[in-house]
C-alpha cells in the first residue's frame, strides 16, 4: 500500500499478502530505487502465542511516498537476501526474535545475542556450513533466547600466512563493547566480521510493556549521543497516531535541539578523524568545542545531551528573546571556532593524503547494503530525511544535502563539515526566528485519550548519524502490537566491514572514527 510519509494507515488497508508476493514486490520496489526502511515480524494480536507475519515499509525519497506490505503467519520461509540484500540483517534478527525461518540466507547468525558456548570456524569458503548448523540447532518456532545459547561461527579465511586478529569486546577506551574479527595476509585486511549485542537490552521489548509516561524516557537512552534524534522520532509518531498538530515554535525548537545534537557530534568527529591521522591540533581544539555546543543544548533544556527536551504534541522548554540572543552569539563563536579548526586540517597535505582511498565504499555497495546518512552521502547516495521527509514546513536556508562521490574517508569527513556549516545556518536562523515569535503559554498540544486502533504509522528524522526510522502497530484496543526501532547503525554496521577489505588493518581506527556508529543503537 502507497501512502504519504505523514498519513497513517489503517491494517484493514493492507491485507496480508504471500511471502512470495513480498519478495517480488521488494525486488521490484529496491530496484526502482526505493529504500527499506524497516522490515519486522508482526503478531496477529497481544496473545503470547500468536501467530506472527512479516510487515515491511520502503521509502521513496523522489516522491515522498512510503510502501507497507504485511504477510500472512509463516514459520519459514525462502530468504530474500540473494536477491534483496538490504533485507540481510533484518532477516537474520526476525528469526533471532521470532524463529521464522529465512531459508537458504547466506550467512544466518545471531544479531544481538551474544554467545555463550565455544565457537566453531567454518571456512569462509563456504559461509553456508555455520549458517546450516545455526539454522539445525533453531529450529523455526524455537524461543528466541534459545539463541543466546549458540556459538558465534565467526568467518574464517585459510592460506598459508593467513591470520586472525580479534579486537574486543573490551576496548582500551572509553567505549561500548563489540567484538572485532580480522582475517589478514600480512598488514592487508581480507575480511572483517563484527559481532555485536553486548548492549542488548531488549528496548523494543520495553517499549510494549509497562506505562506509557516511560517510552519517551527509553527512547531517550535508544542511543544517547542521539537523545534528540530517538526523542523526536517516537514524539512524531505518536504525534501522527493521534493527529496532533504541533505549533512553529515548538516546530523550531525541535529543530535547533537536532542541529546541535549533530553540531556537537560532526565536531567531535571530525577531531578525532583528525587524532587518528596525528593531527593533533584539531583533536584538540574540537574536543573543547564539542563541549560549547553541548552547553548550548544544556541552556536550551538543562541537559547537555538533550534530555527531557521533547514532549508528545510539542517540547518541555522554550526561549525568550534575551535568550535567544546569548545563544545566538554562542553558536556563531563556536562555529566560527570549530570552522577554523576543521579547515586548518583540511588544509594539512599530510592529512589529505591519509584520508584519500583509505575505507573505500563504492555506490553501488552502499545502495546494495541500505546504507544511510553520512556514509550513505559520502557514496553518492542523496539520502538525507531533512529535505525529502521534513518533519514540519520550515525554511532550509539554501541547505542541501551534502553529497561526495569517492565513498572514502576523505568524503565521510568532507560530508560532516559541509554540514556544520548547514547546520550552522539553520540554529542561527531558528534562534533569530524564534526571538521574534510571540510568545505562547503551553507548546503541547491535548492528548487525545487512545490511539487508534489497528493501525500503522511512520516516523523519519535525519540524526546526526543518518536516518532515524520508528514504526508502530496498534492492536484492537489501540495499544502497540509492534513498535520497532531502526537506528542508522543497523544499516551502517555492514559498510564499515566492507570498507576495510582491501586495507591495511592500521587503517581500521580511522575508518571506524569516519563511521563513528553507535554499539547500543545498533543493539536496542
Known amino acids: 500500500m502507497l501512502f504519504d510519509y505523514r498519513d497513517t494507515v489503517p491494517l484493514q488497508g493492507m491485507p496480508p499478502v504471500s511471502i512470495k508476493d513480498m519478495e517480488a514486490f521488494l525486488h521490484n520496489r529496491l530496484a526502482e530505487g526505493w529504500r527499506l526502511l524497516a522490515l519486522f515480524g508482526l503478531p496477529e494480536s497481544a496473545a503470547e502465542n500468536a501467530p506472527v507475519g512479516l510487515c515491511c515499509v520502503l521509502a521513496q525519497d523522489s516522491s515522498h511516498y512510503l ?22 540483517l533484518f532477516e537474520r534478527e526476525i528469526f533471532e526474535q521470532w524463529g521464522i ?73 572509553v567505549i561500548e563493547p563489540g567484538h572485532f574479527r580480522f582475517q589478514c595476509y600480512g598488514e592487508n585486511v581480507l575480511h572483517l566480521e563484527i559481532a555485536l549485542g553486548y548492549q ?88 573543547r568545542i564539542r563541549g560549547d555546543f553541548l552547553n548550548l543544548s544544556a541552556s536550551l533544556c538543562g541537559n547537555r545531551f538533550g534530555r527531557g527536551l521533547l514532549r508528545p504534541g510539542g517540547t518541555a522548554y522554550d526561549l525568550n528573546a534575551e535568550e535567544c540572543a546569548d545563544m545566538l552569539e554562542r553558536v556563531r563563536a563556536a562555529g566560527r571556532d570549530a570552522r577554523g579548526a576543521v579547515d586548518v586540517m583540511l588544509h594539512s597535505h599530510s592529512v589529505l593524503e591519509r584520508l584519500t582511498d583509505t575505507g573505500r565504499v563504492s555506490t553501488e555497495a552502499a545502495r546494495n547494503l541500505g546504507l544511510v546518512g553520512v556514509a550513505a552521502r559520502a557514496c553518492g547516495l542523496k539520502f538525507d530525511a531533512r529535505f525529502y521527509f521534513p518533519l514540519a514546513d520550515l525554511p532550509c536556508r539554501d541547505c542541501t544535502p551534502r553529497v561526495e562521490s569517492t565513498g572514502d574517508v576523505l568524503a565521510r569527513t568532507l560530508v560532516r563539515s559541509n554540514e556544520l556549516n548547514d547546520s550552522l545556518r539553520l540554529v542561527t536562523a531558528d534562534l533569530s526566528a524564534l ?28 540524526g546526526w548519524r543518518g536516518e532515524i526510522c520508528h514504526v508502530a502497530v496498534t492492536d484492537a484496543k489501540g495499544d502497540f502490537l509492534a513498535y520497532k526501532v531502526v537506528d542508522p547503525s543497523f544499516h551502517n554496521w555492514p559498510g564499515l566491514a566492507l570498507a576495510l577489505r582491501g586495507n591495511q588493518i592500521s587503517d581500521f581506527p580511522l575508518c571506524n572514527k569516519s563511521f563513528n556508529l553507535s554499539y547500543c543503537g545498533h543493539d536496542l
Not at 506490505?69 to 537476501?81: N, V
Not at 497516531?241 to 516546530?251: I, K, N, S, T, Y
Not at 577531531?271 to 593533533?280: C, S, V
Request: glycine letters at 8%; proline letters at 11%.
Open 101 to 173: 525461518e529465512p531459508v537458504g540466507h547466506p550467512w544466518l547468525k545471531s544479531v544481538r545475542r551474544t554467545p555463550d558456548a565455544p565457537e566453531t570456524a567454518p571456512s569462509a569458503a563456504d559461509p553456508a556450513t555455520s549458517a546450516a548448523a545455526f539454522v539445525a540447532a533453531n529450529p523455526a518456532g524455537s524461543p528466541a533466547p534459545a539463541a543466546a545459547k549458540m556459538p558465534y561461527p565467526f568467518c574464517r579465511a585459510e592460506g598459508e600466512e593467513i591470520h586472525e586478529v580479534a579486537v574486543g569486546p573490551v576496548h582500551a577506551g
Open 67 to 88: 510502501a507497507a506490505l504485511r504477510t500472512t503467519p509463516l514459520q519459514s520461509y525462502a530468504s530474500m537476501t540473494p536477491r534483496c540484500p538490504q533485507v540481510h
Open 200 to 287: 542488548h537490552r531488549g528496548l523494543e521489548r520495553m517499549l510494549l510493556q509497562g506505562s506509557p509516561a516511560r517510552r519517551l524516557p527509553l527512547m531517550e537512552c535508544a542511543a544517547g549521543d542521539t537523545t534528540v534524534g530517538h526523542a523526536t522520532a517516537h514524539c512524531v509518531l505518536l504525534e501522527r497516531l493521534e493527529g496532533r498538530v504541533v505549533a512553529p515554535r515548538a516546530q523550531r525548537l525541535r529543530r535547533v535541539g537536532l542541529e546541535l545534537e549533530r553540531l556537537a557530534n560532526h565536531t567531535g568527529d571530525l577531531g578525532a578523524i583528525g587524532g587518528d591521522t596525528g593531527f593533533l591540533p584539531t583533536s584538540s581544539w574540537n574536543g
Open 435 to 462: 526571538a521574534n515569535m510571540p510568545a505562547v503559554t503551553d507548546l503541547t498540544a491535548p492528548t487525545p485519550e487512545q490511539l487508534p486502533p489497528h493501525t500503522l504509522a511512520v516516523s523519519q528524522v535525519e
